[in-house]
């Protein structure tokens, strides 16, 4: 089943890939990641453990302001822009040109939505 | 420094508290397990019957204790949260042979491919209906020039100088 | 050095159609100056985000090979959040969750464009 789950997010992946996307990942809180999928383009280290968890943290730290619950954070970069979708307990991150068009790649939330839901269940909150 | 839990490690009352000091230790099981023994130790015998308000005791500021730890902000945990490799590798293991397990419904990997008009019943009538009136389309263009000039003017209204030139002598 | 009168003006210019404070901040967290409703609340967003801000610049730095972060984006339940770095110093728009993120965005950058050159000014003096 991960092929077909994998073979979605490449899907994905392919049809964003023009839009300036490079790589999304769902991960746990810890950054352990349930799929990932990436092109060439993509830094070696942009998609490590180490890297992928501080954005767990991050959130966390988010949800203390006082504002809510923390749903999404984006980073820009010089080149690269980084999206966080906080999908507790899981993170869907997602890697790309910091060209490419953010509002169309926010709208990638409600397209994955599903999918994350129901691997959600996999790990403990 | 005075909060619930300085007495629960005595080695912090002899050492001065400093910015990486942790205020909390873990609330999950320290505070339970550490208030069990300071009861035992204050009270001497515990006696039966006051053992059940001790336990709503404990549970209250167990709760107290957790709301706390919840609102606490490590702020130097952020950057040095790194599972050990053996856990990772274990971990990413497991998640990949539950994924091959979880039932995905085909529903939900099926890519959709959109179709325009497809609540649309009577498509014919519609394309050939006549099109929007030029009134109309002139609006929308100049409604939509002006929000692109008003956007590229967002800017800061000069009024007085920021910078006070300190003057010599 | 800066009127901070002036300065405290200048940021209260953006605190319209939903944008609720506006901020400087250095890169520890200390409020340089505000201007907005509620107070403690800026402080208390200034200090999370600031450290959100050095982490991620920092890591930027070592996973993506990236040297600068120019942008940060938070959407939470009750608010968004976005950060720029003016100089040396980091600058923080606080809005309603019904504000739309480009507004927000948009209004960060006329402002960080603005206290660019008077901030640069004074940092090198």
């Known amino acids: ?125 | 420094m005075g909060c619930c839990c300085s007495t629960e490690d005595s080695s912090s009352l002899q050492d001065e508290p400093n910015a990486h000091t942790r205020l909390l230790q873990d609330p999950v099981s320290n505070s339970y397990q550490t208030g069990l023994n300071n009861s035992a130790n204050e009270y001497g015998n515990s006696y039966g019957n006051s053992v059940a308000q001790k336990t709503d005791d404990q549970s209250a500021q167990y709760k107290v204790l957790q709301q706390i730890a919840n609102k606490v902000i490590d702020v130097g945990a952020l950057d040095c949260q790194t599972l050990e490799e053996h856990e990772y590798a274990e971990r990413a293991r497991v998640y990949a042979q539950s994924i091959n397990k979880i039932h995905i419904p085909q529903s939900i990997l099926r890519k959709k491919k959109p179709f325009l008009l497809m609540d649309v019943s009577n498509a014919e009538r519609i394309l050939s209906a006549p099109p929007i009136s030029q009134a109309d389309y002139n609006l929308m263009t100049a409604a939509t020039e002006n929000l692109s000039s008003a956007y590229h003017t967002i800017q800061v209204t000069h009024t007085k100088d920021l910078v006070v030139s300190l003057g010599k002598g | 050095m800066l009127k901070p009168k002036t300065l405290s003006q200048i940021l209260g210019e953006a605190n319209t159609g939903g944008i609720q404070s506006t901020l400087l901040l250095n890169s520890t967290g200390a409020l340089l100056s505000y201007s907005g409703k509620g107070e403690g609340d800026g402080q208390v967003i200034a200090a999370i985000v600031s450290n959100i801000w050095s982490v991620y610049e920092e890591s930027g730095q070592s996973a993506l090979l990236e040297d600068k972060l120019n942008f940060l984006l938070l959407d939470c339940e009750n608010g968004r959040v976005c950060v720029t770095r003016v100089a040396d110093v980091l600058l923080c728009l606080y809005a309603e969750p019904w504000v739309g993120l480009g507004i927000l965005k948009t209004k960060a950058e006329a402002l960080a464009q603005y206290l660019d050159e008077p901030i640069h000014h004074i940092a090198s003096s």
């Not at chain 1, 943290?57 to 970069?77: E, P, R, S």
């Open chain 1, 1 to 125: 089943m991960i092929e077909d789950a994998t073979s979605y997010m490449q899907s994905v992946l392919e049809s964003y890939r023009k839009d300036g996307l490079h790589a999304i990942a769902v991960t746990d809180r810890d950054g352990v990641p349930l799929l990932k999928v990436a092109d060439a383009e993509i830094p070696e280290h942009a998609l490590r453990q180490n890297f992928l968890s501080t954005f767990g943290m991050a959130t966390d730290q988010a949800n203390k302001l006082g504002i809510g619950k923390n749903k999404l954070m984006v980073f820009a970069y010089s080149n690269i822009q980084i999206i966080l979708f906080n999908k507790h307990p899981l993170l869907v991150t997602l890697i790309a040109s910091v060209n490419a068009n953010t509002g169309l790649l926010l709208k990638l939330e409600e397209q994955l939505h599903s999918l994350v839901s129901c691997i959600s269940s996999l790990v403990d909150a």
